[in-house]
């Protein structure tokens, strides 16, 4: 029998109705094939058990949110397994720990080290399911219990389809299918049925809601076998995910969007091609992701260094910054909060001038002011201002093609 691992996030099993449902599927699906599932918490769970712990401490300590948060998986796989027994099926429910998920010891956002894994592979051998919590594993040296940080169920699903060489790895997402841009804001855009990993992993990186970054990267470095689809729906056809192909056409298949950014601009370094290396370096050393960075040109006298990061890094960069203009001597420091960006993503979307001619002239046409852009090989990202960001989002997705016309 063919081997699937299924994933089902947290709106897919909000409720016990949903998870009935849930059970009635996979009922079905063990008929023919040999399945593991992964589950994350139901419903909203493991914010509302984190938003109770921020109201007994203000900073809770990591080794003890891990400890509460992983709660919410545990009684999901555990009411999963009992739904399913009720229907014949023998299915029993594991831990992250439990099936040899081992990580490294960041609480709140560790990273799988290796999966062990026999017991999920005894589980399978004596005709069970094995239903396993997402999002958790114990960590490799003080046996700890962890957690994979927000997404980290669908980083499950995959290293599980990893280590058991699963023909498929199906994760259904609580939405009619995947859709150029979110179907919830913008419910002309059409349908996506297919991509290839290196788009997927572009766009889960720029805020499409498919797959959580990590889990993406780790499926195109291992080319597990994925399908998206929709548990509303889970008969129908999913987005599958496949290699590269090799063709010369370019085209956008898609538009993501990523809100909460803010930019810093350094005013008036004075010359020094060293401190645009430095600045950087200090950043990254603090663990801020950059979204986006540039400079004048460093033999001037002077010129000014704008970096582009998330609101979440608002307080450790503006602290750097604030250093290092005074170490400099710069004149000075400005901050424009309310920033969002916009992606186009396709083959050859961020190389093709043709492109790149017509997003920015559609964008003109929508007085829609653009603060900076990137491109790449499958990529095209505008910087701009949030209040622009819906119109900016639809009018790309008219220019290429991306919405259902009205009758």
């Not at 081997?3 to 008929?31: C, D, N, P, Q, W």
């Not at 000075?332 to 043709?354: E, F, H, Q, Y």
Request: proline share 3%; glycine share 8%.
């Amino acid at each position: 029998m063919a081997i699937a691992v299924m994933k089902f996030g947290g709106r897919s099993l909000a409720t016990t109705r949903h998870l009935k449902k849930v059970a009635a599927y996979l009922a079905e699906r063990a008929v023919k094939d040999s399945l593991a599932v992964v589950v994350s918490a139901m419903g909203s769970q493991t914010d509302e058990l984190g938003a109770m712990a921020r109201k007994v401490v203000k900073k809770p300590c990591g080794r003890e949110l891990d400890m509460l948060l992983t709660a919410g998986e545990r009684i999901t796989m555990s009411l999963l397994a009992m739904a399913l027994c009720e229907k014949g099926v023998k299915a029993r429910s594991f831990t992250g720990s439990q099936v040899g998920i081992h990580t490294d010891e960041s609480y709140n956002n560790a990273r799988i080290l290796f999966v062990r894994g026999h017991r999920l592979r005894q589980t399978l051998d004596a005709g069970e399911i094995p239903i396993v919590a997402g999002f958790q594993g114990v960590s490799a040296e003080g046996k700890e219990v962890t957690t994979l940080g927000r997404g980290g169920s669908d980083t499950t699903a995959v290293a599980l389809a990893r280590f058991l060489e699963a023909d498929s790895c199906e994760l259904y997402k609580a939405v009619k299918g995947f859709c150029a841009a979110d179907p919830e804001t913008f419910p002309r855009v059409k349908k996506v049925d297919r991509i290839t990993y290196s788009e997927l992993v572009e766009l889960s990186d720029y805020g499409a809601r498919i797959l959580h970054p990590r889990a993406a990267s780790l499926a195109m470095r291992y080319k597990v076998p994925l399908e998206v689809k929709s548990s509303r729906n889970p008969h129908s056809p999913g987005l599958k995910v496949r290699q590269m192909e090799i063709i010369e056409e370019r085209f956008v298949r898609a538009v993501t969007h990523m809100k909460g950014l803010i930019r810093f601009t350094v005013k008036d370094v004075p010359k020094n091609p060293e401190v645009i290396t430095q600045a950087i370096s200090r950043i990254a050393d603090a663990g801020v992701r950059i979204f986006f960075y540039s400079h004048g040109h460093p033999q001037a006298a002077e010129f000014d260094l704008a970096f582009v990061v998330s609101r979440d890094d608002f307080q450790t960069t503006g602290k750097i910054l604030e250093a290092f203009k005074r170490e400099t001597g710069a004149v000075g420091l400005s901050i424009m909060k309310g920033i969002s960006a916009v992606s186009l993503v396709g083959p050859g979307s961020g190389k093709d001038s043709l492109i790149t001619k017509r997003a920015f002239k559609a964008l003109r046409e929508e007085d829609v002011h653009i603060e900076a852009f990137t491109t790449s090989e499958l990529k095209l990202t505008f910087f701009l201002r949030a209040r622009s960001l819906s119109k900016a989002i639809e009018r790309l997705l008219d220019e290429f093609n991306l919405m259902e016309r009205l009758e």
